[in-house]
């Protein structure tokens, strides 16, 4: 398997503009996550889906930041408005809990987005 | 408050010289606790899972132990190639399918 892949791996954009990642979770994984990780505050949670459905988005900064799971093998996250204080790397993560399963977590390489 | 607290911040080591690093939780009723591995530019990539106290697993150089309220992730004789950020983590009580994290040590190997 591929792994988690995530698009674009660097997104450079001015300040007000709309950003939008992009994950494809390992296949077969029901579980997907996006997180947030800087110097300051670590690796934080935004939101988790399970079979497509959002389940908690209490991680979610503001109403500038959404996320869709249209279908099984891809997801988004959109910010729009971008401010300089979204600049981090944003990951991806997919777990699966099926039988034998041990929640796990497994991440892909992440997007490093800059707003100036 | 369910917390993970990783100490030390930052850990240099010369090479082949042992040490331990620290993961603190307060989880009431753990489900399962996690360690991971992030080099710098790259996800966290996954190394153990330890569910109840006593329980050790092992991969080269590193032993990951856990009791009731920590667990160890033990490197022996590290090598240059094992620095990196190691990041601890454990389910969420609320929901098995969530992890919180600890802040990760910085562990850096001299030759």
């Known amino acids: 398997d591929a792994g988690v892949i995530q698009s674009p791996r660097h997104e450079v954009t001015e300040m007000g503009q709309e950003v939008t990642l992009r994950c494809k979770p390992i296949?077969?994984?029901?579980?997907l996550f996006w997180y947030r990780q800087t110097m300051m505050r670590g690796l934080e949670l935004l939101i988790y889906f399970n079979n497509n459905v959002p389940i908690d988005d209490s991680g979610m900064p503001e109403d500038r930041f959404s996320a869709k799971m249209p279908n099984a093998s891809f997801s988004t996250l959109k910010i729009q408005p971008s401010e300089p204080r979204d600049s981090a790397v944003y990951f991806c993560?997919?777990?699966?809990?099926?039988?034998?399963?041990?929640?796990?977590?497994?991440f892909g390489p992440g997007t490093r987005l800059t707003v100036t | 408050e369910d917390q993970v607290t990783q100490s030390p911040e930052a850990l240099r080591l010369q090479e082949g010289e042992s040490s331990s690093l620290n993961c603190s939780y307060t989880v009431s009723g753990l489900r399962g606790l996690f360690w991971y591995r992030q080099d710098p530019g790259k996800g966290p990539e996954f190394l153990f899972t330890l569910y109840s106290a006593g329980e050790e697993k092992e991969k080269e150089r590193l032993k990951a132990t856990l009791t009731k309220k920590e667990s160890f992730l033990h490197i022996t004789a590290p090598k240059p190639e094992d620095s990196a950020t190691y990041l601890c983590a454990v389910q969420a009580p609320s929901s098995a399918s969530k992890i919180i994290f600890g802040s990760g040590t910085r562990l850096s190997i001299r030759p």
């Open positions: 296949s077969g994984h029901d579980y």
């Open positions: 993560a997919s777990s699966s809990t099926g039988q034998g399963a041990s929640y796990e977590q497994y």
